[in-house]
């Protein structure tokens, strides 16, 4: 369960049991989670957390859950964590073909289904003689559901953890991240799937340009590059190597903008 005293409202995900929304602290280790019900945080003699109690007043079920470590990540204070590490709304999609350096097709919409539009005509049109049938209903269908997976809101924490808004509210999802190294602004992250280590820490292979948890299809992507520009907004890009061994230089550059949110 992740928590956010921000814009967020409540909401859920029957697809990996994800509960969001705002909270009130009604005393030291006692929070009030609106619409919803209680948590309560449970600490051992030496004052380290062993458990959280959660209560649910629809249900009036409560269950108490042990803790457990979280991965350890380098997201300390850092000028570039302390700028990301709020609320975010996205503000466009951006892709762009590059053919030994020059730009093949390179476009910014608000939203994917813009954007692959936008890709369709230009595919057909270079390749209007080889279009098929196949690729007509392709495209089509890119269009047609790929705003259904485009990641509308994310949070960001220094404790590690990110949670995404898919889509028109069919998907609340959360991961773990990280800086790829101490001096990056490379993001890496990693799905919570409860069953790592017992030293709190996922693999090394386990970790994954962020992008690839962003994507529609969840296809694997190159590195994902956070940057916040002068407007104050955070960019996310990866860039993706998809030349043939022996053939020249095609690199795809893709591109999340997103507003702060109020």
Partial sequence: MMLSPATLTRATSENVGVY???????DKDYFLLENFGTVRINKNDNESVASVTIHSNKSGNEWT???????KTNTNNTVTTNRICRTWKIKSVGLCYKLNGRALFDHTESSYKELYTKLKEYVKRENSDDWTNEDEEEYNQMIEEGDNYMVKQLVFTKAGTILAKVGEGILVDGWIWRWA??????????YVDFDYNEDGEPGENEWRGLF???QPKGEPQGKTIATVNQRGQLVLEAHNDESDEGGPSL?????????AAK
């Fill in 20 to 26: 969001y929304g705002n909270y009130t602290k009604t």
């Fill in 251 to 259: 690199e795809m550059i893709e591109t999340l903008t997103f507003d």
């Fill in 65 to 71: 859950c042990p803790a457990r470590l979280s991965p």
């Fill in 212 to 214: 690839t948890m962003l």
């Fill in 181 to 190: 190294g101490d001096n990056s602004n490379e993001i890496q992250a990693w």
